[in-house]
């Protein structure tokens, strides 16, 4: 998405594995006055809060609206004959009244006909609703978009004539033949990706102090949390306890971060999330915390700057991130071609997660041999490289629905 080269010109970007200083992981399995780890629930009542509470101080920050947000949903469209007839599409608008009369975040649903309780792909869009689709009923997106993502934006503003212009990534055909629904919104509702767009976003209410101590990853990831709110209040053809987190690149960073923080995601899914996602930071191959900070100040909280040079301080690493899914069945997926989100390193944080895993006596990927492109491995961790590019694509679908068929043993 973003150009490599000219990016690679202002900060050093290696590739070369020889070229990489060794490093040291933080052990998930310690607690912070140093006593080893060896149940789950020393895990659920110390470990997990110490180190969940770590990435919300360095990585994501901290959200300040404890307890349950109070919504205003308005059902604006229902299709009972979307996609050739096979799905009920429905359009959503959450309202906030609490928090702000003008946020408003927009679920475009599709279920599937004939299943009486759907487990649900819970996943932000790049790009609008309206991208995710041809269907002509799909509202385009009037918040502000990025005029590079695509050229049938002009002046931040998505036009008719981007309707459907990121279908391939949203095989929805494909997903509701196999039983699954999706709810998709589009990431930059509550907080536009650049520097200012907490100015017109949810931060916007925030304290300067709260503001800086949040996200913008933060906000994406409460936007999912909202989704899911709604959803299993008000969607009886939806199964609450079979909801999956799905997202690609930073919203794969932000869809980790939302199932770290909300365990009513029983199942989380990263596709190519890449720095500051599933690779391990540690690891100095592809993007860095500092390119990261540097392109994309307003993702991390403030006190992410602060490991720009000194990666090995940061308290934590991507297994630790990983490890907060246990003892729920996380995918972790790769691309060939996708060197900037360093796959090994990807495939490292998941390995190295499994510790986690086995307090629950579960294992996660059980092997530590980084499998041949297309050929997925793991158990309750699950993990593949596809062949080809940063993308997320009809292959990578199928194999999150395999992996969701065997965990939530659906025949
Ligand atoms: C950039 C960024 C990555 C991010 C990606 C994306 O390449 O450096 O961290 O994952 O954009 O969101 O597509």
Redesign the pocket.
Known sequence: ??S?NV?AQKIPVNYDESKMPSFTLPDPLVLPNGKPIKSKDVWEKAGRPAVLKLFAENVYGVNPFSGAVKIASEVKTVNENALNGKAISKQITLRFPEISPTLTLDILLYLPKNVKQAPVFVSLN?TGNHTATHEKDVFVTEKWVNSGFDKTFVNNRATDASRGIAERRWPMEAIVARGYAVATAYYGDLEADHNEGWKTGLRSVLTPEQREKWSAIGVWAWSMSRMVDYLIKNESLIDGQKVIALG??????ATLWAAAEDPRFAMVISN??????AALSRRWIG?TVE??NT??PHWFCANYKKYNKAVAELPVDSHELLGLMAPRPLYVASATEDI??DPKGEFLGAVEAEKVYQLYKKTGLGTNTMPMPNSPVGKTIGYHIREGK?DILLYDWQQYMNFADKHFEIK
């Not at 690609?248 to 960073?253: A, C, N, Q």
């Open positions: 998405m973003m490599l990016f790049f690609h690149s930073r919203i794969g960073k190519d999330s890449g720095e500051g996602g993007e390119h990261l392109q994309f900037w989100a940063h």
